[in-house]
């Protein structure tokens, strides 16, 4: 075996498995972003956009 692929094989039995993913509460995520002070139901959106053209005024 060349030094390379050692050096491949060292690096593919270095890499961790692959981690199975937890089935996390789907409210979870809501209640982190409630601690952190944002409220859901009160979501402002952004103002509409014109669809006109505004002409400046000189």
Do not use: I, W
Not at 4 to 10: D, E, F, M, P, R
Not at 17 to 29: A, C, G, H, I, L
């Amino acid at each position: 075996m060349g030094r390379k692929a050692k050096l491949k094989q060292v690096r593919h039995l270095a890499q961790p498995s692959p981690q199975p993913e937890t089935n996390s509460d789907p409210n979870e995520f809501v209640e982190q972003l409630e601690k952190q002070g944002y409220q859901l139901e009160r979501v402002e959106r952004c103002p509409e956009v014109p669809n006109q053209q505004v002409k400046p005024q000189m």
